[in-house]
């Protein structure tokens, strides 16, 4: 089985988050992959780019830079349509996903290649993945009914990913970091990881 880590905090060691990923990918000895957003140079999408994935346009009339990102936009659409299992480890930014990670959806939910439509139906293409782990560090404590409603960054993430057909979820968050004494961190960090082994 092949797995996919998509790393998107750009604090390398410093990252929280780094230490749930590192975990889960200690407990599995399958063929692994990582993708860290941030060493991408990864663009927001164009007009031109639009066009192109849309037919309208050819690679040849993008500018340099442009088909740079088409080809990257290859890239990450195989590297999706060849793993078994995907792993998404980020910080939630301002209530939300960093802008990097939405980008990053931007190009993997390509028409004809992750998703298609018959009929005003969707016909999903990324049936490969047969489930994705998605790690999220959080500043806040969101399981308060109060704050709930203003974390975005999970149930962005799913819906995107739902687009393309990769349903079977499991979340794990780690919250009120940095909000607690290293003492009680160590604590859910503890917690996490029996979370973790039993999921695995």
Same mark, same amino acid.
């Given at each position: 089985?092949?797995?996919?880590?998509?790393?998107?905090?750009?604090?390398?060691?410093?990252?929280?988050?780094? &230490?749930? *990923?590192?975990? /889960?990918?200690?407990?599995?000895?399958?063929? =692994?992959?990582?993708?860290? %957003?941030?060493?991408?140079?990864?663009?927001?999408?164009?007009?031109?780019?639009?066009?192109?994935?849309?037919?309208?346009?050819?690679?040849?009339?993008?500018?340099?830079?442009?088909?740079?990102?088409?080809?990257?936009?290859?890239?990450?659409?195989?590297?999706?349509?060849?793993?078994?299992?995907?792993?998404?480890?980020?910080?939630?930014?301002?209530?939300?996903?960093?802008?990097?990670?939405?980008?990053?959806?931007?190009?993997?939910?390509?028409?004809?290649?992750?998703?298609?439509? &018959?009929? *005003?139906?969707? /016909?999903?293409?990324?049936?490969?993945?047969? =489930?994705?782990?998605?790690? %999220?560090?959080?500043?806040?404590?969101?399981?308060?009914?109060?704050?709930?409603?203003?974390?975005?960054?999970?149930?962005?993430?799913?819906?995107?990913?739902?687009?393309?057909?990769?349903?079977?979820?499991?979340?794990?968050?780690?919250?009120?970091?940095?909000?607690?004494?290293?003492?009680?961190?160590?604590?859910?960090?503890?917690?996490?990881?029996?979370?973790?082994?039993?999921?695995?």
């Amino acid at each position: 089985m092949k797995k996919l880590h998509i790393v998107v905090s750009p604090r390398g060691e410093r990252s929280r988050s780094k &230490k749930l *990923w590192e975990y /889960i990918l200690s407990k599995m000895d399958w063929e =692994k992959e990582t993708l860290e %957003l941030n060493n991408e140079n990864i663009w927001f999408l164009t007009s031109s780019l639009i066009a192109y994935n849309y037919w309208y346009a050819k690679f040849e009339d993008l500018t340099t830079e442009e088909k740079r990102i088409a080809k990257l936009q290859d890239k990450f659409v195989k590297q999706i349509l060849s793993a078994d299992e995907i792993i998404i480890s980020s910080p939630i930014w301002n209530f939300s996903v960093p802008a990097i990670l939405k980008a990053y959806f931007d190009l993997i939910l390509k028409i004809n290649e992750t998703v298609t439509m &018959k009929d *005003w139906a969707l /016909i999903w293409l990324a049936t490969n993945v047969k =489930k994705a782990y998605i790690v %999220l560090t959080k500043w806040g404590y969101y399981e308060w009914q109060a704050w709930k409603s203003i974390d975005m960054i999970e149930p962005l993430i799913r819906q995107d990913l739902a687009f393309i057909w990769i349903t079977n979820l499991e979340v794990i968050n780690w919250e009120w970091i940095d909000r607690v004494s290293d003492e009680e961190n160590l604590k859910k960090f503890d917690e996490l990881k029996m979370q973790i082994d039993s999921k695995l």
